[in-house]
Every structure is written in structure tokens, then in C-alpha cells.
């Protein structure tokens, strides 16, 4: 049997600080023309859309800090990772995803519009969700 010095696998070590500001690299995959999705395990943590996109716009942690600014998407990115792109992840980009005639779609009403306003996503109030063509929810 033969021996060497090589290691077996080829792992670059990174320091804790690299390695949290590179998870979900939602920005390095839409450079690289990769579709991405902003999602939550719903049986884990709470269903919370607005929070994650303001998630994955802001990238700031419990304590403020951001964590990995080069990471950071645009509002426009982070609701369509949520919406056409997730849609497309799960093969139902053809019947949902998007408001077209003939696909399915829930919607929200929100306080103000996410696109044109500088207020934190986490401020923006849902005011009314229509889900399969019903008022589901009225503040």
C-alpha cells in the first residue's frame, strides 16, 4: 500500500466571519444568471414573507450587523425569488408565480408599496390577503 501526504479531499478552510457572510449567496447566484428562491422550512419557523425578503434585501442580523453586504438583493429580486422563480423551482411557473390570465394567485394588500418606499420591509403592514378568490385575512 502505497502512502501520501496529500490530503484526500481538497477543503478550503474559511474563517467563521467568511463563512456566515457567504451563506445564501442570493446576489454571487443572480450575477451568475442562477435563479434562486427565498423560502422557510414552514414546520420549522414561522411563515413570514415580508421578513424574508427584508432578509435577504438587508442581510442584518439580530444585533444589526450586516452579514455579508455583497449578498444583498434588490426588493424586485427578493419578491420574485418568492413568486415567478419559486413557481419555476417547483415546476409551476406555467400555472402560477405570476399574475397572468388563467394562472392561480393569491394575493396580498400591503400598507404601502414595497418598490417605492424607503420603509423597512419589516414595517410594511399586510392589510389584506384574497387566497383561491376569498378574503382570507382583513386588518
Not at 479531499?9 to 456566515?20: I, Y
Not at 443572480?30 to 442581510?59: F, K
Not at 405570476?98 to 400591503?110: F, P, Q, R
Request: with cysteine; hydrophobic share 40%; proline share 4%.
Amino acid at each position: 500500500m502505497a502512502a501520501t501526504n496529500r490530503p484526500l479531499l481538497n477543503v478550503h478552510v474559511h474563517s467563521p466571519q467568511s463563512f456566515l457572510c457567504s451563506l445564501s449567496p442570493a446576489a454571487s447566484a443572480q450575477q451568475r444568471g442562477i435563479r434562486s428562491t427565498i423560502h422557510n422550512d414552514a414546520s420549522v419557523t414561522p411563515t413570514r414573507p415580508l421578513h424574508l425578503a427584508h432578509c435577504a434585501v438587508e442581510r442584518r442580523t439580530y444585533g444589526r450587523r450586516i452579514l455579508g453586504e455583497a449578498q444583498k438583493i434588490s426588493r424586485l429580486s427578493a419578491f420574485r425569488a418568492m413568486t415567478i422563480d419559486a413557481a419555476w423551482q417547483v415546476f409551476k411557473d406555467s400555472k402560477r408565480g405570476s399574475i397572468e390570465n388563467g394562472k392561480l394567485a393569491d394575493l396580498v394588500i400591503l400598507s404601502e408599496n414595497p418598490l417605492e418606499t424607503s420603509k423597512s420591509l419589516n414595517d410594511i403592514r399586510v392589510m389584506q390577503t384574497i387566497r383561491r378568490g376569498t378574503i382570507a385575512y382583513h386588518l
